[in-house]
């Protein structure tokens, strides 16, 4: 729980009581969507950097996908200077691919992680990375891994079904892009009904509203989003029915157990309170 520090700091300041200085002192923040940012701080910080860890589409800021050439120059950054890519894909996993982002955007991360979708929605966490890294896991390597969910025969049973859905379903994925797209051009018209200043970020079934006209690209330009407006637009949809995240920077998630009937009440909810904004 590190975040960005004052001024030209380049180390975090914690974001939640009890991160220690030595966690704030090994912890680097860089700014997502900016290669230049990242090859700075690597060249500011020659052979010390084990690890860049990043949400290859962000959703912690709002769906904010990835620039043109981004993932690819954090990997041949990684590649040229010995450090593991690692990819959080505990939104973006099994979401937005089979493969998640590394198939979305044939970008190899070095280790992977994964959350709740890798137990069909229960409590679980995974990693998966190449063979010569998973083998520094005990009992073949030094790094002892346990957990108390570890192996839940639960979890395991509804992530395996899941699992087992998603690879008997070859048009899933077509079809979660093809609803959220609907979604997205309906709020895009509803919008331009009235004088709103928005801007709508999606990436497959991820999708999030942000009420400003500039391009949304990293926290920065999400946290210029007018958050007063989305407080009303939230409550206004509360009230027709709709249950969206309650916050700006959380992204949306479309399900294909919603029809398009859903879709279109939702929209039309949407359409009814943007009138009120």
């Not at 052979?47 to 290859?56: D, G, K, L, Q």
């Not at 030094?142 to 992530?159: E, K």
């Amino acid at each position: 729980m590190i975040q960005a520090g004052s001024g030209a700091s380049t180390f975090g300041t914690p974001n939640s009581p009890g991160v220690t200085a030595g966690t704030q002192k090994d912890t680097l923040l860089a700014r997502y969507n900016d290669l230049e940012n990242v090859a700075k701080l690597i060249e500011a910080n020659p052979m010390e950097i084990a690890a860049i860890i990043v949400e290859p589409v962000a959703g912690n800021m709002g769906c904010i996908p990835p620039n043109k050439g981004f993932l690819e120059g954090l990997r041949q950054l990684c590649t040229e200077n010995s450090i593991l890519l690692i990819f959080d894909e505990v939104m973006t996993g099994f979401r937005l691919a089979k493969g998640g982002v590394q198939e979305l955007y044939s970008v190899n991360a070095d280790i992977v992680t994964f959350g709740k979708v890798i137990g069909g929605g229960l409590p679980v966490g995974a990693f998966a990375a190449r063979a010569e890294i998973m083998d520094y896991l005990a009992p073949i390597g030094p790094v002892y891994q346990a957990g108390t969910l570890s192996g839940n025969p639960l979890a395991m049973a509804a992530g395996l079904a899941m699992l087992k859905a998603i690879n008997e379903d070859d048009q899933l994925f077509q079809r979660l892009d093809a609803k959220t797209a609907y979604l997205e051009d309906g709020i895009k018209n509803a919008f331009d009904d009235t004088n709103l200043a928005y801007t709508i970020n999606r990436v497959g079934s991820m999708i999030s509203v942000h009420f400003d006209s500039s391009p949304v690209v990293d926290f920065q330009s999400a946290a210029k989003g007018d958050n007063s407006t989305f407080k009303k637009f939230f409550h206004g949809l509360l009230n027709e029915g709709i249950y969206i995240a309650p916050s700006a920077y959380e992204t949306w998630f479309i399900t294909d157990a919603l029809t398009y009937e859903d879709l279109d009440y939702t929209i039309e909810a949407i359409r009814k309170v943007s009138k009120t904004l």
